[in-house]
């Protein structure tokens, strides 16, 4: 936790699913913290910022995606940061695209279109994992 109270970040995630119904999951570098996990698309809200229009951003700003659907909230989630570092708390939604090509910025190294069953095997950070699960509960109510 932030060793200084009330400090943090309002931020947005996307599980992002294609055609298929596979989901990405985008491999954080090395410089990235945290580093090298597979994780969802996201980012903080900038200030004065509609969190759609954040949400849109940091989808096309990660992944070169800049035509998706959001289909519905999944959860929020409460990062805790280390090293000064002010805490996340946010958002993700179930998006949707018809696009698979990928451009990843320079805060990634690889991305994977997955079944959301064989993300979870790879997601390591809890946040991601109970967003994939999520997914997974929530498309099965709907279905």
């Known amino acids: 936790m932030s060793k200084e109270e009330g400090r943090f ?16 999951l985008i491999k ?18 900038e200030q004065f910022e509609n969190p759609f ?9 990660e992944t070169g995606i800049s035509e998706f659907k959001i289909i519905r909230t999944l959860c929020d989630f409460h990062f805790y940061q280390a090293n000064n570092f002010p805490d996340m708390i946010g958002i993700a ?3 949707k ?12 190294v ?9 993300a979870l095997k790879i ?3 809890p946040d991601v994992t109970r967003c994939i ?9 709907i279905i």
């Open 53 to 61: 229009d954040a949400l849109e951003r940091e989808v096309e700003e």
């Open 110 to 118: 690889e991305f994977k279109w997955l079944q959301p069953e064989e």
């Open 28 to 45: 954080r570098s090395p410089n990235n913290f945290p580093e090298n996990i597979w994780d969802i698309i996201g980012g903080g809200v």
């Open 93 to 95: 939604f179930w998006c």
């Open 133 to 141: 699960e999520k997914f997974i509960e929530e498309k099965k109510r």
């Open 123 to 125: 997601s390591t950070h």
């Open 9 to 24: 970040n309002f931020c947005v995630a996307a599980v992002l699913e294609n055609p298929d119904g596979e989901i990405l």
């Open 97 to 108: 695209t018809k696009h698979t090509n990928v451009q990843l910025s320079d805060e990634h």
